[in-house]
């Protein structure tokens, strides 16, 4: 190929590249929106969770010395409403703040406490940089925010092996 040829060959293709390369290439890096991805797709698995398991196993516990699966549900609840507020400069309510026995009041709590966390997740990076009291400690929100986020994560866990003793198969083993 000769070299003027070559050149216009790259001219052309160059502009089509570079939108090829912008149309797949992801938004500016954000911390806070890769802890919400997590977040996001955990907190979903454990509302299905607790929409799919039938009323009367609320109570079930694999072990006499564990959490029930509503109690866990409950936990799941408070503790991402009490992490949530924490990493949005607000006073946390307590982990163990719902009480909700039923499934219907459990589903409406994780709603709920899901529901908060998106205001905490949205913030933006500049935002979650703030320094706040986590347990008696200086971090950043956006540590409350990671620490929420795997929290959860840790009690799904838990939660799938609740379903699978039931003869359920947890949200994350569905194919898609």
């Known amino acids: 190929m ?5 050149l216009l060959a790259a ?8 939108r090829a390369q912008a149309a797949t290439a992801p938004a500016s890096p954000s911390a806070v929106a890769d802890a919400r991805g997590n977040f996001q797709q955990m907190s979903n698995y454990v509302l299905q969770s607790a929409m799919e398991m039938p009323e009367e196993k609320y109570g079930f516990k ?3 010395d564990v ?13 991402q409403a009490m992490f949530c507020a924490m990493a949005l400069g607000e ?3 307590a982990e ?6 039923t499934k219907a ?29 986590v347990f008696g400690q200086q971090h950043t929100r956006l540590y ?21 003793m039931n003869g359920l198969v947890p949200p994350s083993s569905r194919p898609m």
């Open 96 to 101: 163990d703040a719902v009480v909700a026995k």
């Open 144 to 164: 409350a925010l990671i620490m929420n986020a795997a929290h959860t994560s840790e009690h799904y866990g838990n939660l799938v092996t609740y379903l699978r």
């Open 91 to 93: 006073k946390a309510p």
């Open 105 to 133: 009041d459990l589903v409406a709590a994780m709603r709920t406490s899901n529901a908060g966390c998106a205001r905490a997740y949205g913030q933006a990076d500049a935002g979650a940089m703030a320094m706040i009291d």
């Open 62 to 64: 694999p072990s006499p």
């Open 67 to 79: 959490r029930s699966f509503g109690e866990l549900i409950a936990h799941v609840a408070g503790a």
């Open 2 to 6: 000769r070299p003027s040829a070559f």
């Open 11 to 18: 001219l052309i293709a160059a502009p089509a590249a570079a």
